[in-house]
């Protein structure tokens, strides 16, 4: 971050005044705290409510509306198996939701143990490993089953791979770790190659060590050139480490929020350990909806085609977001942000000991934001500085009244805190 320039901040505070007054007199009500996807984004998948018409049959003739098929249709294993970038018998289909998968692999970790394991985890203090700023429901799964959170900083290509692989190696305690790989959720950073190879070769104290990586935005670009992800689960394969990693994804923010499809790639083995699991607790997922996606994606170039629209629809409110912080915090030294190439976030950080008042004062007038330490375990983000912006719902008017009061609560804040 940039120094502070003091003067100009001294001097434009009555017109800081006048704007948070103007603001406060409107009567604001804009909520900008999770990322989800908005009316327009939604209406691109509404061809999935009629594409079926009488026709509930599988291409084997499998009635869809009947019960059974633990881990997928065939078709749709196949379509998803190219989504994750792995082979039909290393996915395994769920409902509609990826964090569904991802907390029942830590409980079932917990309660019965993982593949190469000892047995349950629980018998022992657990411990992730959790790259700062992260998705916060990552660490309330944690939380829930009072697994020890510890946090890792993120980079631009990736968590701090000295850190983690000193963790790893020297705690049997550490057994596992959340990555968002690509365009990570708040900052939009993805791992690089290196990261990649030396996750998956690392060496760690715990055998049945593992990596929960959430590729949730794998599809989700706001550029015709995104960057290269490498693949985790080939690369724990060729280290002889193919047990490592479990991968997650969705088309939640692809189709429908409340209604896509969740799928786990992982080695055979995890997946037949999640398949014997899962069979205690449902007889089959929601086929009906695993045909519906068949027929309307059809492969993985409907679903890149139809991911365009997606970004054609939400660039423009990133490109708000940027333009305003940029000419709004730019050259003031208060604050500064990523300019994602893709995702569903833009990461703010403020000056240290900051954000927790900017929230609140954006409340106070009608803005609401994600709380503040929410990007960070038990809600503590050490320095009070970081804020996550979720531009995706609200319509552009907003998104620019919004972000101006985003810029005046910075500056009035640490105006504040430079005067005191």
């Given at each position: 971050?940039?120094?502070?320039?003091?003067?100009?901040?001294?001097?434009?505070?009555?017109?800081?005044?006048?704007?948070?007054?103007?603001?406060?007199?409107a009567r604001l009500s804009l909520d900008m705290t999770r990322g989800k996807p908005c009316p327009e984004q939604l209406d691109l998948a509404n061809g999935l409510l009629t594409v079926l018409g009488s026709d509930y049959r599988a291409a084997d003739g499998t009635d869809c509306r009947n019960y059974g098929g633990l881990d997928g249709l065939p078709e749709s294993k196949a379509l998803f198996a190219a989504f994750m970038e792995a082979s039909p018998k290393e996915v395994l289909l769920g409902d509609n939701s990826s964090l569904a998968l991802m907390h029942d692999t830590v409980a079932r970790a917990l309660s019965h143990g993982v593949p190469g394991g000892d047995g349950p985890w629980s018998r022992s203090p657990v411990k992730f490993l959790c790259p700062v700023p992260g998705y916060d429901r990552h660490f309330a799964i944690c939380e829930h089953f009072g697994v020890?959170?510890?946090?890792?900083?993120?980079?631009?290509?990736?968590?701090?791979?000295?850190?983690?692989?000193?963790?790893?190696?020297?705690?049997?305690?550490?057994?596992?770790?959340?990555?968002?790989?690509?365009?990570?959720?708040?900052?939009?950073?993805?791992?690089?190659?290196?990261?990649?190879?030396?996750?998956?070769?690392?060496?760690?104290?715990?055998?049945?060590?593992?990596?929960?990586?959430?590729?949730?935005?794998?599809?989700?670009?706001?550029?015709?050139?995104?960057?290269?992800?490498?693949?985790?689960?080939?690369?724990?394969?060729?280290?002889?480490?193919?047990?490592?990693?479990?991968?997650?994804?969705?088309?939640?923010?692809?189709?429908?929020?409340?209604?896509?499809?969740?799928?786990?790639?992982?080695?055979?083995?995890?997946?037949?350990?999640?398949?014997?699991h899962r069979s205690r607790s449902t007889i089959g997922p929601d086929k009906l909806n695993e045909l519906r996606h068949v027929r309307f994606f059809r492969d993985m170039d409907g679903v890149r085609a139809h991911m365009e629209k997606h970004a054609a629809i939400i660039r423009p409110k990133f490109d708000r977001v940027s333009s305003i912080l940029r000419r709004e915090l730019g050259d003031t030294g208060l604050g500064t942000f990523t300019e994602p190439l893709g995702g569903y976030f833009v990461s703010l950080d403020t000056m240290d000991g900051c954000a927790k008042a900017v929230v609140q004062m954006a409340a106070d007038i009608g803005v609401k934001l994600t709380e503040a330490g929410a990007t960070f375990p038990y809600g503590r983000d050490p320095r009070d500085r970081n804020i996550r912006i979720a531009p995706t719902l609200p319509n552009l008017a907003d998104i620019e009244t919004a972000m101006q009061v985003v810029a005046v609560c910075v500056k009035r804040v640490s105006l504040k805190k430079l005067a005191g």
């Open positions: 971050m940039s120094s502070v320039n003091l003067t100009a901040l001294k001097a434009s505070a009555e017109d800081l005044e006048r704007r948070y007054a103007k603001f406060s007199d020890e959170m510890v946090n890792v900083d993120l980079y631009e290509d990736g968590p701090d791979m000295d850190r983690i692989e000193h963790l790893a190696a020297s705690d049997p305690a550490v057994k596992g770790m959340w990555v968002v790989p690509k365009y990570a959720n708040p900052s939009g950073a993805t791992c690089s190659a290196r990261v990649v190879e030396r996750l998956a070769a690392m060496r760690t104290a715990a055998k049945d060590f593992r990596i929960l990586w959430d590729n949730a935005y794998a599809h989700h670009h706001l550029t015709s050139s995104p960057p290269a992800l490498a693949s985790l689960l080939d690369a724990c394969k060729a280290a002889g480490n193919a047990d490592r990693v479990l991968t997650y994804g969705s088309t939640s923010k692809v189709s429908f929020a409340g209604a896509g499809i969740a799928v786990m790639a992982a080695s055979e083995a995890n997946v037949a350990w999640m398949r014997r």
